[in-house]
C-alpha cells in the first residue's frame, strides 16, 4: 500500500491554503452537496430508536454514504484535516468536563454520538471545500426539491389526519406540520431552502421562494417562522444592503400579516402575540412555548454557573440534577420541568450550557467573520462568484438567526447547513485573497519595470 503524499489542487480547485491528501480526485462534491441539503433538511424528521438513543434518517443515511464518497475520493483537502482535529480536540476537553462535571449520566449519548458528529464534519466541511460554483448554484434545484417535499407532506395530512396523529393539537388551530412533528420544526427546517431561493440570480428561482414563503404562513405558520422572517427582513435591509428588495419584502410580508388580520385574527396572529408578550412577562403568563424559550436562557446561565464557566460536554444537555432555575420550577407543576431539557430550547442555550464560556466565544467569532464575509461581497458585485458565496451567507445566517429562535440538537438543519456553508465561504475568501495578493504582487513588478525603463 502507498504511503499517502501532499500534493496541490488542480487550478480548478485552487487555493493557497489547501493541499489533497491522498490519491487523485476523480469526481466533484455535486451529489454530496445537494444530498447533504436535502438530507439535513428532510430526513431528519425520521429516527430511529437504538438503546435509548433516537438516530435520525439523515445520519443513518449520510453516514454510509460519505463513506462510499470518501473512499471513491481517496482524498481530503488539508484544512478538513485541520477541522477534523480541532473538533477532535474540543470532544476529548469534552469527555473531561463531562466526567468531572456536576452530572454526568448522559455520559453514554456524548461517548456514541461525539464519532458521529466528528465523522459528519469531516465529510460535511469537506463537501463545502471541494464544490465548486456550478455545484452550488445547482443547490437551487435541491432546495425546490426539498420545498416540494414538504408540501407534499403537508397534503398528505390533509388527506389522511390519522397517520398524523401527534400533530392533531397543531391541526386544530389551522396549522400543518406533515413530515415534522410540529410547525416550528417545518420553519427552521424549510426556511434555508427558502433562503437558497430568495438570494438566487434567477428571478423564476425568487419568485419560487417567495411563493413557499407565502405557503408556509398559509398552512404551517408559526412563531420561529414569523421571527425567522422578520430576521430576513432585517438582513437583507441592514447587513446586505438590499434596500429595494428588503423593502418589498417586508411590504409583501406586512401585507401576508394584515390581510390574516382581517381574516381571523384570533386563529392566524393572536398566538404569536400571546408568545411574545409572555417572553417579555414571563412570570405572568401561561403560554407554555414562552415559559420553555425563557427557560432556556436560564438554563444557560445556571449551567455556566455551576460549571465554572467550562459546560457541561458536548451533547450533555439534560443531564440530572437539572438546573434550579424558576421556569422550570412553574413548568414542574404540570410534570413539563423534562420539556426541552435536551436541546436547550434553542440552539445558543445549548451550545453555551455545553461548551462554556467557549460556546460564546464560538458565537462572537462566527457572527464576526460573517459580518466580514458580507462586507466582501458587497465589494465585488455581482458574478458566479459572488452568486455562490451569497447562497453561503444566507445559509450562515439561517444557523445564526435560528440559533436564538429554536433548536433540535446538533444533527437537524441548523449546524449541519452552516458546516458547508462557512467551508465554501472560506475557500471563497482564500481565493479572493491569493487574487488580491497576485494583483499587487504584478501592480508592483509593473512600476518597477516602468521605473527601470
Avoid at 211 to 230: C, E, K, Q, V
Amino acid at each position: 500500500m502507498t504511503q499517502p503524499e501532499w500534493r496541490p489542487l488542480s487550478q480548478t480547485d485552487s487555493m493557497t491554503d489547501d493541499l489533497e491528501i491522498g490519491g487523485s480526485r476523480k469526481e466533484n462534491s455535486i451529489s454530496m452537496l445537494q444530498v447533504w441539503l436535502v438530507a439535513n433538511t428532510i430526513a431528519w424528521p425520521f429516527n430511529l430508536k437504538l438503546s435509548g438513543l433516537t438516530l435520525s434518517l439523515n445520519v443513518i443515511f449520510l453516514i454510509p454514504f460519505g463513506l462510499v464518497w470518501l473512499w471513491r475520493r481517496r482524498t481530503i483537502v488539508s484544512s478538513s484535516a485541520r477541522v477534523l482535529v480541532l473538533l477532535l480536540g474540543y470532544l476529548a476537553f469534552s469527555w473531561y468536563v463531562a466526567v468531572s462535571g456536576p452530572c454526568n449520566d448522559k455520559l453514554p449519548k456524548l461517548l456514541m454520538t461525539a464519532p458521529v458528529m466528528a465523522f459528519l464534519v469531516l465529510i460535511g466541511w469537506e463537501a463545502g471545500r471541494t464544490a465548486n460554483n456550478s455545484d452550488w448554484l445547482k443547490l437551487e434545484k435541491a432546495a425546490l426539491g426539498a420545498l416540494w417535499a414538504g408540501f407534499a407532506g403537508f397534503l398528505v395530512e390533509m388527506a389522511v389526519p390519522s397517520w398524523f396523529a401527534f400533530q392533531q393539537g397543531f391541526r386544530a388551530e389551522g396549522k400543518f406540520s406533515g413530515l415534522f412533528t410540529e410547525p416550528s420544526h417545518v420553519a427552521f427546517s424549510l426556511f434555508p431552502c427558502i433562503a437558497i431561493l430568495l438570494v438566487s440570480q434567477k428571478r423564476k428561482m425568487r419568485r419560487w421562494g417567495m411563493w413557499a414563503l407565502f405557503g408556509l404562513f398559509l398552512l404551517s405558520r408559526s412563531s420561529t417562522l414569523i421571527a425567522l422572517t422578520a430576521s430576513w427582513f432585517l438582513y437583507r435591509l441592514i447587513i446586505q444592503r438590499k434596500l429595494r428588495s428588503g423593502a418589498l419584502f417586508g411590504l409583501g410580508v406586512i401585507l401576508l400579516i394584515g390581510l390574516g388580520a382581517i381574516i381571523n385574527y384570533e386563529t392566524l396572529l393572536a398566538p404569536t402575540v400571546v408568545r411574545i408578550i409572555g417572553i417579555v412577562a414571563s412570570s405572568d403568563t401561561n403560554n407554555l412555548s414562552s415559559l420553555v424559550y425563557v427557560q432556556g436562557w436560564e438554563d444557560a446561565w445556571e449551567n455556566l454557573s455551576r460549571t465554572h464557566g467550562l459546560g457541561l460536554g458536548f451533547n450533555m444537555m439534560g443531564c440530572h440534577p437539572l438546573p434550579e432555575v424558576p421556569i422550570r420550577a412553574i413548568l414542574s407543576i404540570g410534570g413539563m420541568d423534562e420539556l426541552n431539557a435536551e436541546d436547550g430550547s434553542f440552539q445558543f442555550g445549548k451550545i453555551v450550557s455545553e461548551a462554556g464560556v467557549a460556546g460564546i466565544a464560538f458565537y462572537v467569532a462566527i457572527i464576526w467573520w460573517w459580518f466580514q464575509l458580507e462586507k466582501r461581497i458587497r465589494k465585488i458585485g455581482h458574478n458566479a462568484d459572488c452568486s455562490a458565496v451569497t447562497m453561503q451567507a444566507a445559509l450562515i445566517f439561517c444557523f445564526v438567526a435560528s440559533s436564538f429562535i429554536r433548536g433540535a440538537g446538533y444533527f437537524s438543519a441548523g449546524i449541519l447547513l452552516w458546516l458547508i456553508a462557512v467551508s465554501g465561504a472560506s475557500k471563497w475568501q482564500s481565493s479572493l485573497i491569493t487574487k488580491e495578493a497576485s494583483g499587487q504582487i504584478g501592480l508592483k513588478r509593473l512600476i518597477m519595470n516602468r521605473q527601470g525603463q
